[in-house]
């Protein structure tokens, strides 16, 4: 079922919270692939409904970012979410979500900011705001679908360690389930994004899992130095990649490693072919 209000949501989630219902949410911008099918398979297995939401959110976009390309393909969506089982498919439009068709103005609306610590490193270093407009959201969808639990890929491993802060934050009733990246069969992390790239785009773009893989051997071979093995990333760039960074953090809680350990997940983002591309690898793994 497409819905585009938050009344016909509201009105089938009463609906199935009647019948005691479990209720899985997959928040999601569209543009779906297989990284999001992933996502409202196991969103299934563990839910008796499943919600999925396909919204280009315009606050957590910068001014010069790409909001207007983003890309958007309903019909697409629609048909993948009615061949994997998915019980609603939510796509509302920027006056339905924010009653205005501008772009919000943070002077005249409520947002949610997550604490400076967790958002002044990684995207949300260059990314100003970015995660402020996240948090509003997804909480605006949470309020909105009532899910018992929601589903969020690894890929945006900082947004899914925010969203977790902010569910234990403010004591929202939902569990928050992460599941694996899912790349394509020469590595590359799945993107809506992906589509911008040319065909050597996609090849240079491959040297992001090929640094993370090469960290992570490194480190099984006893090296825990950080510095040692951010050193070991820069045989694989040329001069198609722009380094934005190459961080390690605590899994749980993002704050800095010196010494790597089974706890530590490597992050990078670097554009090739103009396009910003992000990463993630747990050590040990």
Known sequence: MLVHTIKEVRDQVKEWKKEGLTIGLVPTMGALHEGHLSLIKKAG???DKVIVSAFVNPIQFGINEDFDKYPRAIEKDYKLCSENGVDILFNPDVKEMYGTNE???SNNFTYVTPPYFYVDKLCGASRVGHFDGVCT????LFNIAQPDKAFFGEKDAQQAIIIKKMVKDLNVPVEIITCPIIRSNEGL???SRNQYLSDEGKKEALALNKILTNINNCYLKGITNVSALKE??????NNHHEL???EFFDADDLSEKQTAD???RVFIACRVDGIRLIDN???GE
Do not use: D, G, M, P
């Open 244 to 246: 934005e960074y190459l």
């Open 103 to 105: 772009q919000t103005n």
């Open 189 to 191: 992390a799945l993107s």
């Open 262 to 264: 089974n706890n530590t």
């Open 232 to 237: 070991t990333a820069f045989s694989f760039l």
């Open 45 to 47: 297995s563990c839910c």
């Open 281 to 283: 690898k747990k050590l």
């Open 137 to 140: 959201v997804v909480l605006k």
